[in-house]
């Protein structure tokens, strides 16, 4: 398995650009996760799918979208981007939700918007 | 929801054991303790969790309180790959999402 994978490793956006931030998953996990994390700091949640078709906003919302036409896709759009989105981005599946549920996350994209 | 309180930073010493401490004095009863550790330019990767007993796994163990109001990961013994954030989390009852803190930077020297 090659478990959660992302794409592209590195990108370097200018202001007012969009981008899709690839992540797929070959575990056949239900939940997947877009996080972001600033230098420095813990990662924050951005939006959240628990199933095909059905996603919900984290802690951060704004600024991106995303969408989750099968199991393993989980894309994010970043739509007009900003220096403010500079940020690690990190994807993450679990099999189901409930607390007792491992979180398995991938190498991440580091972004940064001038 | 429950924070936790974590030091900074520690330091310790390759082949000697590691105690990483962990407040949570608002914990409710149907939260998990959950420990992450984030190597170096690496996605977070699970270690351990628990509700009540003490756990072990093969990564390290977990020393709850009586009164869950803290935990205590142990890493028996440090090696220079244990170098890493780690992250003290509470998540419990329907909520599946992980908070994460700024956790404790760990150092090891050989």
């Known amino acids: 398995n090659a478990g959660v994978t992302q794409t592209p490793k590195f990108r370097i956006l200018k202001i007012g650009q969009s981008m899709t931030l690839q992540c797929a998953q070959d575990m056949n996990h239900n939940y997947m996760y877009w996080y972001r994390q600033d230098p420095g700091m813990g990662l924050k949640l951005i939006y959240y799918?628990?199933?095909?078709?059905?996603?919900d906003k984290g802690e951060v919302p704004n600024g991106y979208n995303v969408s989750r036409s099968t199991t393993e896709d989980f894309p994010l759009r970043l739509e007009l981007a900003a220096p403010s989105q500079t940020s690690v981005y990190f994807c993450?599946?679990?099999?189901?939700?409930?607390?007792?549920?491992?979180?398995?996350f991938g190498p991440g994209t580091r972004l940064t918007v001038l | 929801d429950a924070k936790t309180t974590q030091p900074n930073s520690m330091e310790s010493n390759e082949e000697e054991p590691v105690h990483l401490p962990c407040n949570h004095s608002t914990i409710s009863g149907t939260d998990y303790i959950h420990w992450y550790r984030q190597l170096p330019s690496q996605g977070p990767e699970y270690v351990i969790h628990?509700?009540?007993s003490n756990v072990n796994n093969r990564m390290a163990s977990l020393a709850i309180a009586e009164d869950r109001k803290s935990s205590t990961l142990i890493l028996h013994r440090a090696t220079l790959r244990d170098a890493a954030v780690y992250y003290c989390?509470?998540?419990?009852?329907?909520?599946?999402?992980?908070?994460f803190g700024k956790g404790t930077l760990l150092t090891v020297n050989p």
């Open positions: 799918s628990v199933g095909a078709g059905i996603t």
């Open positions: 628990g509700l009540t």
């Open positions: 989390i509470l998540s419990g009852g329907s909520n599946y999402k992980l908070t």
């Open positions: 993450a599946s679990s099999f189901a939700g409930g607390p007792y549920n491992e979180q398995f």
